[in-house]
């Protein structure tokens, strides 16, 4: 965290009152440091070392220092680096992984991938994240470890998370992808369980020109294995001592990632400030309790890969028509919790087992938060949100008029 820390916003985007804005564009934040990305590209097809090597090293060592974990290992997408992590963790067939339901698809395939179970318990309204109460009660014999993702980017109860592992001897693998940088007690993801696994698909906080992904852990022995698993499980000249599979980084990713990484900080600082314009927008327009913006809670660090608002009384699809209408970015993650998705339904889960996470499936509405989304940009998402509202409060009045 001594690194300096290298500033692109804010960046002025010339919009005018009519263009549309986009739950995300890449395309300022490339510009913005174009030179130094085509530059390390350029680097990496005059060396022609595409995979792994020491545009991946150094990346490794730079990632390791940002999270301040002993060793960070390379993969080629967040969800191998889940994946991984199961296997150096030897969890497989028969074991049990407790994880949250309100996530992306990954967090859960992964443990099912592995062959274990997942097994989900419900998120806390404050924060979305998986609840430790919960946790506690469906430990049982056969649980290995716990998954908590840190939803949004914000840390999950870490501390609860860890006192229940240690008392059941179970590992702690976090699904950082939303959230590399946050931080809980001065702490940064990465280094808050046994295990962190960061993505670095294009739309997170850090991604790259692809799929990519790192895994980060204290324990040598761990990392060790990791870097095996990574290459088939080779040992060095063939002898393949696990069942390991191909996930290794490419250079160019790396290369690309390691110009990206210095500016890191002073994008999440972008995100955090449109966090707090929005706050005073939302305050402005006066929607009561309809719209519930998101929360940092104490001692966290927020990061916002998404600015999740909900939308109460029901009105979230109406709303989302007409901002649609309007077009300005919005989106729903995630519409359907993992406990109900049909690739799982062999588990048993029902319907109604989950309720906090089946409310937020149908409330949750995502808004534009990138870094370089300027105050007026901001403020047409703001009033546009309001004028949405409004117009689905009187359809629903008319409609329970009628009725
Ligand atoms: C993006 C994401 C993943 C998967 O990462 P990929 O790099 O796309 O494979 C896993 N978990 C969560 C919570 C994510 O948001």
Not at 256 to 261: C, D, F, G, N
């Amino acid at each position: 965290m001594t690194k300096p820390v290298a500033s692109t916003v804010p960046f002025p985007t010339s919009s005018s009152a009519h263009d549309p804005i986009p739950l995300i564009d890449l395309k300022p934040q490339y510009q913005s440091i174009k030179q130094e990305i085509d530059e390390a590209v350029q680097r990496v097809f005059e060396n022609q070392t595409f995979v792994l090597g020491d545009e991946v090293s150094k990346f490794e060592s730079e990632i390791a220092s940002y999270c301040d974990s002993r060793e960070a290992i390379g993969c080629a997408s967040g969800t191998d680096a889940l994946i991984l992590a199961l296997q150096a963790l030897n969890i497989g067939p028969g074991d049990e992984v407790i994880t949250s339901p309100f996530t992306f698809f990954a967090t859960a395939s992964s443990i099912e991938r592995v062959g274990a179970k997942p097994v989900f318990v419900d998120v806390e309204e404050n924060g979305f994240n998986i609840n430790p109460q919960a946790i506690s009660a469906a430990v049982t014999s056969r649980t290995k470890a716990i998954m908590p993702v840190h939803i949004f980017g914000q840390c999950a109860k870490m501390e609860e998370i860890n006192r229940i592992a240690t008392k059941h001897n179970l590992a702690v693998i976090e699904d950082a992808a939303q959230a590399i940088g946050s931080e809980y007690r001065g702490r940064r993801t990465g280094v808050l369980g046994t295990i962190g696994c960061f993505s670095f698909f294009p739309t997170k906080n850090l991604g790259g020109a692809g799929d990519g992904g790192m895994i980060t852990t204290d324990d040598a022995q761990l990392a060790t294995r990791l870097k095996r698993l990574r290459v088939h499980g080779d040992a060095g000249r063939y002898q393949h001592i696990d069942l390991g599979m191909n996930s290794r980084l490419d250079s160019l990713q790396a290369a690309v990632l390691s110009v990206k990484l210095r500016y890191l900080d002073s994008w999440t600082e972008g995100r955090q400030r449109n966090a707090s314009w929005y706050q005073e927008l939302f305050d402005r327009e006066q929607l009561g309790s309809v719209i519930q913006l998101p929360k940092t809670l104490p001692d966290r660090r927020h990061v916002y890969n998404q600015y999740c608002v909900r939308v109460h009384d029901g009105l979230r699809d109406e709303v989302l028509n007409s901002l649609r209408e309007q077009q300005i970015g919005c989106a729903v993650y995630y519409p359907q919790p993992l406990h109900l998705q049909p690739c799982f339904a062999h588990h048993g889960y029902k319907e109604g087992q989950f309720p906090i996470s089946e409310q937020l499936s149908r409330d949750i509405m995502a808004l534009p938060i990138f870094a370089e989304l300027n105050l007026g940009q901001l403020e047409r998402v703001v009033s546009g949100v309001g004028k949405a509202v409004r117009s689905a409060q009187s359809k629903s009045s008319s409609i329970s008029k009628a009725a």
